[in-house]
């Protein structure tokens, strides 16, 4: 069975800094996409960024020149370094991941975490 679990949230002042981490567990993972999103109270979840199967790493314009995404494909792992945080910022953290497990069914599917709270403060 596949899990994420995301780690790394928590609270921060305006113009700091958190990065986020994801690892996906289970036996023989190939990991088809990855990606972070965000929902934000009243609001839906929207991406803030994507690596594709190309290796192209698409991020949104409101993160964009602030948030780094990487991933560590050996450990299954995804990270987002986030920088000069903003109050608009404030969100529950997702991450996502399509991912090929050979003793699944389906053998890919479509994974989320369960999400990291993320507090931007003025």
Do not use: H
Request: a neutral charge; aromatic letters at 10%.
């Amino acid at each position: 069975q596949v899990q994420l679990v995301e780690s790394g949230g928590g609270l921060v002042q305006a113009g700091g800094s958190l990065r986020l981490s994801c690892v996906a567990s289970g036996s023989g993972l190939k990991m088809v996409e990855m990606g972070w999103f965000r929902q934000a109270p009243g609001k839906q979840r929207e991406l803030v960024a994507i690596v594709r199967y190309d290796g192209n790493i698409q991020y949104s314009e409101s993160v964009r020149g602030r948030f780094t995404f990487s991933t560590d494909n050996a450990n299954n792992a995804a990270y987002l370094e986030m920088n000069d945080l903003k109050s608009e910022d404030t969100a529950v953290y997702y991450c996502n991941a399509v991912i090929v497990c050979p003793s699944c069914w389906p053998r890919q599917d479509n994974y989320w975490g369960r999400g990291t709270q993320v507090t931007v403060s003025l």
